[in-house]
């Protein structure tokens, strides 16, 4: 072993063992197209994440310290050569001949770790995923310089045996599993046994494909976050086990209560300990072991299990009678609730370390925003006390949207943490980010003193596929590049590996569109007097539609910019120019269907039925050419049911998977706020689910208008309730159907929703 020294200032250990990283590193290169010759690529320890690359006379070389920071190095310096652009919506190569001798110099990373996906994800996106759709994400994270990703998968596998040890029949087992589209939710305590049981051979198909995730993941040098036990356990468990101590948590979103197992209690160091045995048998060990007790779940503090700080939150003792009644305990001396919460978080420390001595236990942030009223800084601190420093990983995923925790916790008293973005929320794909603010955000953090042990950066998307720009972007920021560089610094060889082209027209373009789309940081409207969808058109019908308030972002710069974009770009328009213009015209016409919406539920409701007729018919319209427009997409309503279709083995399976994936797309569950949450601006959603719903609604409201009578709001619902229902079970799968001709079919858009 030998040390070596460059002139960039990394002082590096380079063992002759390390030469096979490399070899995944050149793998990863040519699954993303590039040639598997040409290259001298080598792993080098280094103190922090970096590589080096260079060109002279066409030989290209780079050095990393490991094979992500290779393939993320490679990448970035053809990206800015133009020669090559990575994303969801496909990918575009340029010839390798010709390079200019360059050195990239020294590039770092100010974070040890870059973090990427959210527990969500894996219901939101990726439920129907194969093999060749994660073999590409995992590449597309290398390209991204991603390490630490989320690998949820495969998991139901090892509940599955736990519960089978612990006595459970195999039936009960299945019904306590909720559908492949909702187990996230199952898996944080929010939900259990939705749309169960739980197809064996799903379970059979994603254990398979987690084996092969870790494989992958690990060869590229990445430390992949395992679940672990958090507590929550099936009702039939809690039915055997009358001596144990579970609580009946609270009615999350309407959904009946979980039953959560405290961890003073015997069995949750056994249970814990066991998972953990049964699936590093199944899947080798790990590092980073994710359990999240308490999403959106107000933890009970009370000592009979009762949630006494805060009785809208009803948390009982399952197994005792005197507390499964609605009683609430008086409020608890903070003491007690300290107390109370440094315990929770010690157990559940100790009973990840039981069987992973050397694990780090990791928890998503989310709850301590989510839930800010109890979960003080006062609260947090306690919660977190007793776990040792360096064997606890905080992931403060969502400070687009609750920023500052970190700051208001002394950086979570001493605790490792990431910081990051949720960015997208259910799946919804309105077009929106916030670049400057990345920027920003991520150049003054990284020197921050008050940072404590800041340990990395992540996107933690609840769902993928949409504004592919921001996640290029922040990641590359990630790094160290262009972080205090102005955008258009940046932009512009992005725009080049893209497109093919960077005319200045077509720059400025690209420049209006950021200040009129991508300088919105959390897109409000997709939660809007506590209903969920990106657009109006997306929630479900109410007469409160009349006062919706405008989009956030710059219309007029979005319109300027959109309008420019298409005048710059050249003929026929290059395959991702295409889909961008697409993109920004379904967006910008549906900010303006909203308004025509608005204003048919406004006219009708003042009985204006001949302007309340003129607005429906423009709002029609354009939900029908929007559909037409987006077909040609990376995703379609018709995608999605085919990748659900094609998981079953049999017809009946079939169906149910379709069935299941429409639900989460739309009615979602429950008795609360969840429907239209993952809303989708997918073709065959316009013109089959959105529109109708809002016919069914504009009809009654006309026909009430005309009769001069007052309007039955509650009896329409009931009619699209109705209608949902049928929707789910019609069995229809909505094949997607591209555009002939894109660009007249964007002009088309655009005529319409540029009216008076």
Known sequence: MRALSFAFGLSLTLSPAMAQPADSARAALVRLGLPAQGWDLRVERADQPSYRVTVHHGRIAARGSSPVALVHGLAQVLQRQGRLSLSWEGDRHASLRGLPDLDSGAVTSPFALRAYLNTCTFGYTSPWWDWARWSREID???????????AMEGQEYVWAQLWRESGLADGEIAASLSAAPFLPWQRMGNIAGYRAPLSATWIARKHRLQGQILARMRALGMKPILPAFSGYVPEAFARRHPEARIYRMRAWEGFPGTYWLDPSDPLFAKLARRFIEIYTKTYG??????????????????EDGSDAAKASYGDSTANSAANSAATRAAALPPQVRDARLAAYGERLYASITAAAPRATWVMQGWLFGADKTFWTPEAIRAFLSRVPNERMLILDIGNDRYPGIWARTDAFDGKNWVYGYVHNYGGSNPVYGDLEFYRRDLGALAGNPQAGHLRGFGLFPEGLHSNSIVYAYAYDLAWGQSAQAPLAEWLRPYLRARYGTASPALVAAWQDIVRGAYATRYWSPRWWQEEAGAYLLF????LLGADYPPAPGDRAALHQGLAALIAAAPRPWPRLLAYDIVDLARHEASLRLDQDLSAAVAAYRAGDVARGDAAAARAKALAHDIDALIGGQQET????LAQARAYGTTPAEQASFVTQAKAVVTVWGGAGHLSDYASRAWQGLYRGYYWPRWALFLEDQRAAAIAHRPFDEAASLARIRAFEQEWLSDGKLWPGQAPADPAAAVARVLAEADHD
């Not at 929630?539 to 109410?542: Q, T, V």
């Open 285 to 302: 060990p790990g590092e980073y072991y994710l359990a999240d007790a308490f999403n959106e779940m107000v933890p009970p503090i009370a």
């Open 140 to 150: 597309l994270m290398a390209a991204r310089g991603v390490d630490t990703p989320l």
């Open 637 to 640: 309503l018709g995608s999605w």
């Open 539 to 542: 929630k479900r019908p109410s």
